[in-house]
């Protein structure tokens, strides 16, 4: 028979909270695959900075903006999903996951831009799932108890908790979890919450770091037991060709079997942090090398030019003419952001780059107004047909309000406001590492002395990036800067002066007592460079970028909305092109033209960068019912004339060819 727990007033908590670091010395109960003292964390490389020590600045902050002013500001207004009679709010409407989903996005949103208005949206949902947890614990709509929305619901506490410092959030957290920790037992996860159970130990984890409390470690280990072994599938990745409705019995009621979960695009987005995240409860080096050996099968296996793996709606090979889904964009990128934290690896934040600054604005309009659920890297038409789907509908690549299904609608919102949070991290010696490239501002305290640092760039457009360091009084610590893998002949200058050669695909590291006034200078050589894919056919890159062929676009109204509508997208020009490519005088064969970097800094009408390639038309490659044939084997003859066309960033191209076929030389 379950337990109830009595959920403790704030100053029982704080004061057993103030006692925990001697219960952390006590040895929790054996489990198995505890591989270290089962009472604390395994390293972590890097660490996350508080929330709101990192503001977003330039183009990043005029993306919030925009995000604020669109959709993501306005969701509640028009859409009755997320409106007054959510079950988040007491109402009678949804009540499962996308309340919680909404405010993932919207919380940090809010907090980072000082928004009194969202903010005080935001602020509804959490009072009344911070005055309604029931006695056992218990939080959300009572009309369901499933554990996955509580798991989303439970990120959303956290990052609340450390914007506004609100007390409330740990002692509702510790009730929830000891409710968890009694019930799971004989009411275990299923379907979505076995999926994604390392996003609810992320939360335990969160509650761990505040108290220190052992018990939160063993119910950090059985979430693992019961989830699906993402860690132990990622040694011999099982699902290497295109998943079917046949293949998972989707018609049959397997849409929620392990097998349906395991080849789910969203929730292989998600599982790639299960092994550092596992790692840190269990100290084991192997679980942290899961979440590389995973992210490297799904490269294998499913990989897209754009840096998504496909899954419309699961796991769908590599024919760049196969979707990805949006949550799946903001979830891998959450993920990545995990992953390098935890293991340090260059990898994952060039990875994490290129899906934010491709992935993610190619499949949002630039006013945020309406979104895809899936997008292609070889998008010749977004209109109302069952091609190339998987297992997905005939909406499933128009812009609207919520096509195909809605959870992108409340889902999406988390992308830009979260990858805020790992622009820099933490190093051990505590140090301060730059991970991940954008313009901002840093609010922090390093070895006990408040330090302002000002990041000033146009990255990913331009490859300079300036940092103003600007400690309040000198003090001596170690800057690391990121060097991608793409980046050979990095060069960097602290105060005009060149520092040794940094390694690409490394940090380069510079320890000195820094004082006001100190300025280092990152030169990041954005060359263009040509990658290989599915056919061998050929994407052109230019630092995180991925450049595609703009098919000019013709959109009509398919419906109204309020205050949006739902489009459908025609070609209006050529795109059946196949590349020129000189390997041997690559620089020569792609011109490179650079322009201002706007307010809207993805728009098509205004690409900051644009180049310039030989190609020809291959009239054998076609459309098939609005989407393009698989890219014809590389190399490739044509006899048509040689023309001269441009590639724009992948993500101010919402009708583009990414992955070309490539001309015999």
């Known amino acids: 028979m379950a337990l109830s727990y009595v959920c403790l007033p704030r100053r029982v908590f704080l004061k057993n909270a103030a006692l925990a670091g001697l219960a952390a010395s006590l040895p929790a109960r054996g489990l198995p695959g505890a591989e270290h003292d089962a009472s604390t964390l395994g390293a972590s490389a890097l660490t996350f900075l508080p929330l709101g020590q990192i503001l977003p600045s330039g183009w990043l902050l005029q993306q919030l903006r925009i995000q604020a002013e669109g959709m993501s500001g306005h969701l509640d207004e028009i859409w009755p999903d997320v409106g007054p009679e959510s079950g988040w709010l007491g109402g009678k409407g949804e009540a499962w996951e996308r309340g919680p989903y909404y405010l993932d996005g919207l919380v940090p949103l809010a907090w980072l831009l000082n928004d009194a208005r969202l903010k005080a949206k935001a602020q509804r949902w959490i009072e009344w799932t911070l005055t309604h947890q029931q006695a056992n614990g218990m939080i959300g709509p009572a009309s369901n108890d499933d554990w996955w929305p509580r798991m989303v619901m439970l990120k959303v506490l956290a990052q609340y908790a450390e914007f506004s410092g609100d007390e409330r959030v740990p002692p509702l957290m510790e009730c929830y979890f000891r409710h968890q920790l009694d019930t799971l037992p004989t009411r275990p996860l299923r379907d979505w919450g076995r999926a994604r159970w390392q996003d609810n130990v992320l939360t335990v984890l969160w509650l761990h ?73 269990s100290g084991s080096a192997d679980d942290r090398q899961a979440s590389l050996r995973m992210l490297q099968a799904l490269d294998q296996y499913h990989g897209l030019p754009n840096g998504m793996f496909s899954c419309d709606e699961h796991l769908a090979g590599t024919d760049p003419s196969q979707g990805s889904e ?20 260059v990898r994952y934040a060039d990875r994490l780059e290129k899906l934010a600054y491709n992935a993610l604005p190619g499949t949002i309009t630039d006013d945020m107004w309406a979104h895809q659920y899936n997008q292609e890297p070889n998008q010749v038409e977004c209109s109302l047909h069952r091609k190339p789907w998987g297992t997905d509908g005939p909406e499933s690549n ?53 330090v302002h640092l000002a990041e000033t760039t146009d990255y990913p457009f331009r490859g300079a990036v300036k940092f103003s360091i600007d400690p309040v009084s000198p003090v001596r610590f170690a800057f690391s800067l990121r060097i991608p893998a793409w980046a050979a002949g990095a060069t960097i200058r602290v105060n005009g ?73 025609f070609p209006r020009s050529g795109w059946n092109y196949a590349l020129a490519l000189d390997a041997t005088a690559l620089a020569a064969a792609i011109a490179v033209e650079e322009g201002p970097v706007g307010d809207v800094p993805f728009a098509r009408s205004a690409a900051p960068v644009r180049l310039r390639v030989k190609a020809r038309q291959l009239v054998k490659w076609r459309a098939v019912d609005g989407v393009a044939e698989p890219v014809p084997q590389s190399p490739v003859e044509s006899t048509e004339p040689e023309e001269s066309i441009e590639l724009i960033p992948y993500g101010a191209a919402k009708l583009r060819i990414t992955a070309f076929p490539v001309l015999k030389s």
Not at 245 to 263: R, S, Y
Not at 519 to 528: D, H, K, Q, S, W
């Open 497 to 569: 002066k060149l520092e040794p050669a940094p390694a690409a695909g490394g940090f380069a590291r510079i320890e000195r007592e820094w004082r006001a006034g100190d300025v280092v200078e990152l030169a990041l050589p954005v060359e263009p460079r040509v990658t290989r894919w599915f056919h061998n056919s050929a994407a052109i890159e230019r630092g995180p970028l991925v450049f595609s062929l703009g098919i000019e676009e013709s959109w009509v109204k398919l419906r109204r909305r309020p205050m949006t509508a739902d489009w459908q997208v």
């Open 398 to 450: 128009l812009f609207g309000l919520e096509p195909n299904f809605g959870c992108c609608t409340a889902n999406y919102h988390q992308g830009w406001p979260k990858l805020v949070a790992a622009l820099w991290m933490r190093t051990p010696d505590d140090g301060l590492a730059a991970t991940v490239y954008a313009p901002c501002k840093v609010n922090t305290l390093v070895r006990g002395v408040p």
């Open 209 to 281: 770091q505040r108290t220190h409390a052992p018990w939160l470690l063993e119910l950090a280990r059985l979430l693992r037991r019961q989830g699906l072994d993402w860690i132990g599938a990622s040694g011999n990745f099982p699902y290497r060709e295109r998943i079917t409705a046949e293949f998972i019995k989707l018609n049959e009621g397997g849409g929620l079997k392990d097998l349906a979960m395991a080849t789910h695009g969203v929730n292989n987005g998600q599982a790639l942090k299960a092994g550092v995240v596992a790692s840190l409860v």
């Open 326 to 345: 949006l949550c799946t964009v903001v979830e891998t990128m959450y993920s990545l952001a995990w992953c390098l934290a935890v293991a340090g690896d």
